[in-house]
């Protein structure tokens, strides 16, 4: 641990051995996935109920949505990186989201109406452009509170991990709940207070973010540009995204377009410069990152099922006993609240012994869970017979074994991209990671949309089409598993874990401000 770090950390205290201004992130972030999550539980049968969708319609206004949610981080990381910062980025993004939110609860008189259909596109869009502000930033800021070899890390995104998840079981029951039982606007109102509550105490506590964050250069932000401060000129920029996105998510097929262009390009973007501008070590660990981040987007296609398709199963396909079917999205979150610190425990008991798995090995245990879920759910249903009502437990099962591998992934993946990027590619790296879960998000949509049952006809012929799908992608998750277990030796030795060190100094202690870069730091002069 260095010096400065040490004299930050006195100042403001720790406590259960972390930062304090981990627990402001854990809090703030709480609250947005309560809102994010309590939305999006919903969101499917706001679709086929309210709007009147069709389930193929729905599965891909879905999946653009979730996708145009996770390619603006993009956008919200570069102007945090380059100007904002990362703390002023995600404050905005809280507002934005907060705006969304409530936009949520106006549902006008439901079926196809023009005018209610784009109050709803644009509180989409808010939302869309709000979490493009905050997500990758706040996980950035995380980052930022420890050394870059400290042991502490991955506990740190585990802990940070269960607040996302907190929020999310609690946003999914009580939304859910509200919003199938009193009323959309209820729901999604819910939504808007939780969202409230996540910027009120990111702003509250500020002073135990020890100055991590901050922009690079404030005195660029206050000067004039176009008659305005240039900071300003940026929310600008934001708000000008926003009508782009509510565009956007009316044309689904072009968010297709946008990602695959747009990915190909980031993609080459950062192995160009990999390759170009970077030391051997640091482009290796680059390349064991691109490994990771390719691979995350099968998982997220397959893992995303929850909200579109497998909602849909729940509500129709299962003996719920009367209980709203957007409630069972509270599972995921749930299991995730009481496995993170057995996990996190695991990990370190396994670490001190030598025997923890590699990230790339975590994430072939990953897949393998996945596609196990999706086989217990098929073999369970067709026990039960395609005209009866599939016992619940199986979907009890299928969402504890899809959260295991989550736990296998998410979080692991989370801290890999932190600890691989070089400090001046912290956000890009960490925006590239969720522009890999916009792939899969959409990937999501279409495999929802292929399981429609407008497309099948006969007497439980709807269910057995989900159930084949399921089969299908199944297969495929525990394939590409075993893949990347056996490959995953070769990944471990790029990311040359022997020679991570720390900076003698943080990251921009000799500069004006200059945002540390998701934790990580430059190597040392002359090294």
């Known amino acids: 641990m260095t010096k400065a770090y040490a004299q930050h950390g006195d100042a403001a205290g720790t406590f259960l051995g972390h930062p304090k201004g981990l627990f402001v992130l854990f809090f703030a972030e709480m609250w947005e996935r309560f809102s994010y999550y309590g939305m999006r539980a919903l969101l499917i049968f706001y679709l086929t109920k309210h709007w009147l969708f069709s389930d193929s319609e729905s599965g891909v206004i879905y999946g653009a949505y979730t996708a145009l949610v996770y390619i603006t981080p993009v956008l919200g990381g570069y102007l945090a990186d380059r100007w904002l910062g990362q703390r002023k980025a995600v404050a905005y993004g809280a507002i934005l989201l907060t705006f969304g939110h409530f936009i949520m609860g106006f549902e006008g008189d439901g079926g196809q109406d023009p005018a209610s259909l784009s109050i709803f596109w644009l509180a989409l869009a808010f939302i869309i452009v709000g979490s493009g502000f905050l997500k990758a930033n706040i996980s950035v800021i995380v980052g930022q509170l420890y050394p870059r070899t400290d042991v502490r890390r991955d506990g740190a995104y585990t802990i940070f991990y269960m607040g996302i998840n907190l929020g999310a079981f609690l946003g999914s029951l009580l939304c859910g709940y509200l919003g199938e039982t009193y009323g959309w606007s209820y729901g999604f109102g819910a939504a808007g207070f ?3 509550l996540g910027l009120i105490v990111f702003i509250w506590g500020k002073p135990l973010l020890l100055g991590r964050g901050e922009p690079e250069d404030p005195a660029k932000l206050a000067q004039p540009v176009m008659g305005i401060k240039f900071e300003w000129l940026l929310y600008i920029i934001g708000l000008l995204a926003v009508g782009v996105c509510w565009w956007m998510v009316q044309n689904q097929a072009l968010v297709g377009t946008l990602l695959g262009v ?25 390349f064991a990152a691109m490994f990771l981040i390719l691979g995350s987007i099968l998982f997220w296609a397959l893992f995303e099922q929850a909200g579109s398709s497998l909602n849909l199963f729940a509500d129709r396909y299962v003996d719920r006993a009367g209980v709203p079917a957007s409630v069972f999205q509270s599972l995921n979150a749930g299991y995730i609240v009481l496995f993170a610190p057995v996990f996190a425990a695991l990990w370190t008991w396994l670490g001190r012994r030598g025997w923890e798995p590699s990230a790339p090995a975590k994430f072939g245990l990953a897949m393998l869970q996945l596609g196990l879920g999706f086989f217990i759910l098929k073999w369970g249903a067709e026990a039960a017979g395609l005209e009866n009502a599939t016992p619940v437990l199986f979907i009890f099962l299928i969402y504890l074994l899809h959260t295991t591998g989550e736990l296998c992934l998410s979080p692991v993946g989370l801290s890999a991209m932190n600890r691989l990027a070089p400090a001046h590619m912290a956000s890009l790296i960490m925006g590239t990671w969720f522009f890999a879960s916009a792939t899969g998000n959409f990937a999501a949509g279409l495999i929802a949309a292929a399981t429609g049952s407008e497309k099948a006809s006969g007497e439980g012929a709807g269910k057995a089409l989900v159930l084949d799908v399921y089969g299908t992608i199944g297969l495929w998750a525990i394939g590409f598993g075993v893949l990347v277990i056996v490959v995953s030796p070769l990944i471990k030795k790029l990311m040359h874990l022997d020679t991570l060190r720390d900076a003698e100094d943080l990251a921009g202690e000799s500069e004006l401000a200059e945002p540390q870069g998701a934790g990580v730091h430059p190597e040392p002069k002359g090294a």
């Open 262 to 286: 747009a990915g190909a390009a980031l993609v080459l973007y950062v192995v160009f410069t990999a390759v170009v501008k970077l030391p051997p070590h640091d482009r290796d660990r680059i």
């Open 194 to 196: 939780g969202m409230l």
